[in-house]
């Protein structure tokens, strides 16, 4: 039993064991009053079971103190002296529950001092006659309580013993698993440089006009990046060590790099990606934007990586609450589906739905358990739902404090035209894939209160614009391949016809149809509702200009010289002036001997480590009367590794492998007051 169970148990019997003492001393005529003291114990004993303040260990103590004054209250009338081992035996072997060696040595000497009181012969009662019979009585008793004795404090013993053994074996196991989780997370540090040297030459290599192979180093470097950053994941959900860093964001951006990733995958052959964003989700939030993206990015490769036909509906829409928002990030997809067993055995630990070593599927199995990690850390909580060969549906719900409310997706002027959206019925082998794109239309038209009508073919085209102002048609490719000629001379009209195609399809130059790239999502569809013809960059993102820090003056500091190289090789396309050190030293005597405007800081390097090199060079500015920023540029990337480096002084952090925007959003910040940044895009 457990201990609850085995508390409850005694107070039961030490409670039946009184009411039978009542009894017994109304029967027997002893003192009148006892049975009132008897009740008030039992009264007592019911309420320190059920107080929550009282320590588990004193109340031990008051259990077992109320059934010893009970057994000598019993033992100690003459009537009950060969009735007091079978009592004692009995309240030893009850309360060996407890594990206490103590209370049986209380209890047998209690046991010889009611036996000492008997043969002083106090008076009251006929004087017990110790004859043969009667000392041999009393001898077999006492010998059956010796032998309970012996019997509760071995069991006892054991008891202790075992759950030392226990506590020992659990005690290694913690350790075990700590120390193998202490491994994966510096195992993915150490691999964290390599990979960030391997990107970044690719990277030269691609601009150099290396070709296919050097993409394809890219892409293994990638791929690598992002499974060494799931160990590290996985082992901080694990030990529940995961950092927030939370920071304002724009709502849009989540989406729109979800459907970047999208089209960069190599596995979505077929798939079609349905995007349904609530219109209505606030502009900006905050919250931790990384950890957004990886559960996006998790969401995402499981759906793909299970899904061979269909496709996949991404929901993300708010709800109002006294802190801020919940946000709901829900991805369907029309896969393999899984059983309740597995949905169990995701929120447990590592679970992949195909362990067999000639797997189809990728990945190491990670993904899900960091959602349900991140999602919890964050105040969340993570839903899934799944039919064997049916698809999946998995919900993440989030708060997020609410930074400009205004709707993420809106309109310039009022809309007073009418939409069509021209999709073939038999155009999807998989029939969920049509009700997720009615989903998605129907969400959006309600969502910005824009009239949207289907037609399903040319002649209902014809038939809505006759009675309706049409202003613009929606569709696929295959809709327009099959009509080219009528789209296209219904483009001349002032009608803007809009098709959602993959980067095949040619439309000619002098056409004024649309090509809006896959996958139809409301954001772009927005924009063309507001600009019409006129509208640019609806290919996911604006186009925004790269920022440029002229003639800035970096110090950049590593111990290794691949870093320098890959370091230097970015920072120049931001045109910033570079110099390098490989050591703290070095860095702290180049300082001394020039000026720079910002120094970026290995953490991890041989002899003097970054932080104190960043605190030498601070003081040395110090000293010689110039301002510097020291920005933290290292692979250690754990959770909280930024608000540590910002609390030991440096200026800002940047997580190897380099991630510009990450890059970029770090210098905007940090030299906002340097007069020598130039281009005022990035101030």
């Known amino acids: 039993m457990s201990r609850k169970n085995n508390e409850k148990f005694i107070v039961f019997v030490v409670t039946l064991a009184a009411v039978g003492l009542v009894f017994e001393n109304l029967l027997m005529g002893w003192e009148f009053w006892v049975p009132v003291v008897i009740l008030a114990g039992i009264v007592s004993l019911w309420a320190v079971n059920f107080s929550d303040r009282i320590d588990y260990g004193i109340r031990k103590v008051f259990y077992f103190s109320l059934a010893a004054l009970l057994v000598f209250y019993h033992g100690i009338h003459k009537t009950s002296l060969f009735d007091s081992a079978l009592v004692v035996a009995f ?17 047998l000497i209690e046991y010889f ?205 708010t709800e109002s609450t006294d802190y801020g928002v919940n946000l709901t990030i829900e991805m369907t997809d029309t896969g393999i589906g899984m059983d309740e067993n597995a949905i169990r055995l995701i929120a447990e630990g590592m679970y992949q739905a195909n362990k067999q070593r000639n797997r189809s599927s990728g990945g190491i199995g990670l993904g899900l358990f960091i959602v349900h990690g991140f999602a919890h850390s964050m105040g969340g909580f993570v839903k899934i739902e799944s039919v064997k060969r049916a698809g999946t549906t998995i919900r993440v719900t989030v708060p997020q404090k609410v930074i400009d409310g205004s709707p993420c997706l809106s309109f310039d002027d009022p809309f007073d035209g009418a939409v069509l959206f021209h999709v073939k019925p038999d155009k999807y082998k998989v029939p969920r894939l049509r009700e997720f794109y009615r989903t998605m239309a129907a969400n959006l038209a309600a969502g910005i209160h824009v009239p949207l009508y289907p037609a399903e073919t040319v002649y209902e085209v014809e038939r809505l614009k006759e009675k309706l102002n049409v202003t613009h048609v929606f569709m696929g490719e295959e809709e327009y391949e099959e009509n080219r000629g009528y789209f296209e001379e219904l483009a001349k009209e002032d009608i803007v016809v809009v098709v959602s195609a993959g980067p095949q399809l040619q439309i000619p130059a002098q056409s004024r149809v649309l090509l809006m790239p896959r996958p139809l999502y409301a954001y772009p569809v927005i924009k ?38 890959v370091a230097a090789s970015i920072f120049k396309e931001y045109k910033m002036i570079t110099e390098t050190a490989g050591s703290g030293k070095e860095a702290i005597q ?81 030299l906002s007051g340097l007069s020598t940044v130039r281009g005022g895009d990035a101030v």
């Not at 309240?91 to 209890?107: E, K, Q, R």
């Not at 030269?204 to 993409?215: P, T």
């Open 113 to 317: 001092v009611i036996l000492f009181i008997h043969f002083i012969n106090l008076p009251g009662g006929e004087p017990i006659v110790y004859d043969r019979l009667n000392t041999l009585r009393l001898l077999l008793h006492i010998a059956i309580v010796l032998l309970f004795y012996y019997f509760s404090v071995r069991a006892v013993n054991e008891k202790i013993y075992s759950e030392e053994d226990s506590r020992i074996l659990t005690r290694r196991i913690e350790e075990n698993d700590a120390n193998m989780e202490d491994f994966l997370s510096n195992i993915s540090h150490e691999l964290r440089t390599p990979v960030n040297v391997v990107n970044g030459m690719s990277d030269l290599l691609i601009k150099k006009g290396a070709g296919d192979e050097a993409e394809s180093i890219k892409k293994a470097g990638v791929r690598l990046a992002y499974q060494i950053e799931d160990i590290q994941d996985y082992t901080e959900c694990k030990k529940n060590s995961v950092f927030l860093e939370e920071d304002d964001y724009m709502s849009i951006s989540l989406i729109n790099d979800v459907v970047t990733a999208f089209r960069m995958n190599d596995d979505i052959r077929d798939l079609e990606l349905v995007v349904d964003l609530d219109p209505s989700v606030p502009s900006m939030m905050r919250g931790d934007i990384k950890k957004l993206h990886k559960l996006f990015r998790h969401l995402l490769g499981n759906a793909i990586k299970f899904t061979r036909k269909g496709g996949i509906l991404i929901r993300m829409f």
């Open 528 to 565: 063309i509702l507001n600009e019409g013809r006129n509208a640019e960059s609806i290919n996911i993102k604006e186009n925004t200009e790269k920022p440029v820090y002229k003639d800035v003056r970096a110090l950049i500091v590593d111990d290794e010289p691949m870093n320098l190289v």
């Open 590 to 670: 180049k300082f001394r001997d020039n000026h720079y405007d910002i120094v970026f800081m290995d953490h991890m390097m041989p002899e003097m480590d970054g932080v104190e090199a960043m605190k030498q060079i601070k003081a040395a500015s110090s000293d010689l009367g110039r301002d510097i920023i020291v920005v933290a540029l290292t692979a250690n990337a754990v959770s909280g590794a930024r608000e540590m480096f910002i609390k030991e002084g440096f200026d800002g952090f940047i997580a190897k492998p380099i991630n510009t925007s990450d890059f970029e959003r770090v210098m905007t910040r940090v």
């Open 91 to 107: 309240v030893m072997m009850i309360f060996t529950l407890f594990n206490s060696g103590y209370m049986m040595n209380i209890l």
